[in-house]
């Protein structure tokens, strides 16, 4: 924030890196290579709907849009709607295990739909799910506002993390893709969507 | 190319707000011009005083600017929380800070019933953001709406509000105490300075002229807490945006407010700067125009609260999504 915005009390509302995003595919192989955590082939975009109708038309035809494809191979399955208890909407795509290309173009396509809209400062954070062979559950969390990654790999039901797990894909995928290097800031997601 | 936005800015507070600083600064000219030609004037026998009024005052504002978060933590009797301790109050601090990209403030709980909300801190990395158990538990807060609080209490920290405002008070807390400072140099030095009669008029004159400029910039240092209210909830809005919830928020916390016993109001009545809502309520003039209580208050009222939001709602509601900044 600059000076005069400290001076006048302003905040300018934050708009989102989506650049960063694309570079999940090779992730994963690297992921898949190195630790043994394969993609679930489920992804999400998570936001912030802001009251009103402009969004709520904005949001159908994303949808419309990402369900156009269905019926082709590579397509994927129906998106799904969900509001999580903070009050933030998850957009959850499901696609088969190898094609993270295709889920990247679907998260990217909700973002890109609601950057045009206007309502770029929505966007709170994106998360595709891996698993591995002992089904250990880890996401990655990609942080809009600052265009980063970070692991997050929650154990057993409770509100536990597996921060060795979280510190050893960070190990790996360190060179790979852009990590959050402010710890403070892997914040966790508990129960979300397509986990 | 400037990124596509559906945030106008309110130009009207920006330039109320700059009128306000404006006249502040004013205020401080003339006073250092005033109190440098009295010396003139009189032979600097009274610089003594104001040297360690500027001291003492300025020393005071930038010890309550460092230490802000700790005094305000213990007069609230607040415990700072872990996120096992209260997870559902840090889930929704760690959403907003990265929705809203800043680093995340110390989250704390106080004991007190009344239910309310500050932060302070002088940067986002120094702050804390606290609430009260009567927030969290005895009020009939739906979680958007604690969410709203929230964001307003975060867009202080955003806008560095504890800083703004110190430095703006300096001056008051300056004159304040060469007030007191000349009162008692004057009772017990009145005698042995009553052969030089420069001297006898140099400490009235100052008294009188920190009087006036204590006063004017006290009433300019409250108008300007009401402004930084009003962009608080204004950016708080605009973040979750979700100006309805905070509007009911309000709404219910200003109820709870006046339930509250008079005696734990007026306990919690230092810390009101940096409260969500006022504890205190002034009394006084309900008639049209200015009364003492809106010229006092920390706080802008009920109404000119609800007023700018439903604005914001208004907005919000629009199709025209076009970006202002580019045209």
């Known amino acids: 924030m600059g000076f005069l915005d400290t001076l006048f009390g302003r905040t300018k509302p934050v708009q989102p890196k989506l650049d960063d995003l694309f570079g999940l595919p090779s992730a994963a192989i690297q992921l898949e290579a190195a630790a043994g955590f394969k993609p679930t082939g489920s992804g999400s975009v ?39 208890s903070y009050g933030y909407t998850w957009l959850v795509s499901n696609h088969m295990s190898d094609e993270m290309d295709a889920l990247v173009t679907d998260l990217h396509a909700v973002n ?11 966007l709170l954070c994106t998360l595709v799910a891996f698993r591995d062979e002992n089904n250990r559950r880890l996401s990655l969390v990609y942080l809009y506002k600052r265009g980063t990654f970070y692991p997050f790999a929650p ?16 190990g790996v995928l360190g060179d790979d893709l852009k990590f959050e290097q402010d710890l403070t800031r892997w914040f966790p997601v508990w129960g979300a969507p397509g986990l | ?46 610089a003594s005083i104001i040297l360690v009024a500027v001291v003492f005052g300025g020393g005071s504002a ?28 840090h889930g929704i601090v760690d959403r907003l800070c990265a929705l809203a990209d800043m680093s995340k403030p110390r989250v704390a709980i106080s004991p007190a019933r009344m239910p309310n909300a500050f932060a302070t801190g002088r940067n986002s990395e120094h702050s804390v953001l606290c609430v009260t158990e009567g927030l969290l538990y005895h009020s009939d807060l739906t979680q958007e709406e604690l969410e709203g609080i929230l964001a307003h209490e975060l867009s202080h920290v955003a806008h560095k509000d504890v800083q703004v ?61 009401r402004y930084r209210e009003l962009a608080a909830d204004r950016s708080g809005a605009l973040l979750t945006q979700n100006p309805s919830a905070l509007i009911s928020a309000l709404t219910k916390v200003s109820r709870g407010m006046n339930q509250i016993p008079t ?17 205190m309520k002034l009394s006084g003039g309900r008639g049209r125009g200015v009364s003492l209580s809106t010229l006092f208050s920390t ?29």
């Open chain 2, 165 to 225: 405002m110190t430095y703006a008070s300096l001056l008051a807390i300056v004159a304040g105490l060469l007030v007191r400072f000349a009162f008692y140099s004057e009772l017990f030095g009145g005698a042995r300075r009553s052969d030089n009669g420069q001297a006898a008029l140099l400490i009235p004159l100052i008294m009188l002229a920190s009087v006036v400029v204590y006063a004017i910039s006290f009433l300019l240092i409250r108008l300007l807490s």
């Open chain 2, 263 to 279: 005696q734990d109001l007026r306990a919690a009545e230092p810390l009101n700067a940096f409260y969500f809502a006022p504890a």
């Open chain 1, 46 to 84: 998570s936001f912030r709907a802001p009251e009103g109708k402009p969004f709520a038309d904005i949001q159908k035809e994303v949808l419309e849009l990402l369900d156009m494809d269905n019926d082709e191979p590579g397509g994927g399955l129906p998106v799904e709607v969900t509001k999580d």
């Open chain 2, 62 to 89: 930038f010890i309550s600017l460092f230490f802000s978060d700790k005094i305000a933590l213990a007069a609230a009797g607040a415990q700072v929380v872990t996120p096992q301790q209260a997870p559902e109050l």
């Open chain 2, 1 to 46: 190319m400037a990124a596509r936005t559906r945030y106008a800015p309110d130009r009207g507070l920006t330039v109320r707000m700059t009128a306000t600083m404006f006249l502040l600064g004013l205020v401080f000219v003339a006073f250092v011009a005033l109190i440098i030609g009295i010396m003139t004037a009189a032979h600097a026998s009274g």
């Open chain 1, 112 to 122: 890109s739909a609601l950057v045009d809209g206007g309502f770029g400062p929505q």
């Open chain 2, 299 to 327: 706080h802008p009222s009920l109404d000119k609260r609800i007023e700018q939001l439903s604005k914001i709602q208004r907005e919000l509601g629009q199709p025209g999504a076009e970006p202002r900044g580019l045209r």
């Open chain 1, 155 to 170: 154990l057993g039901g409770g509100n536990n993390r597996d921060n060795a797990l979280e510190l050893q894909v960070k």
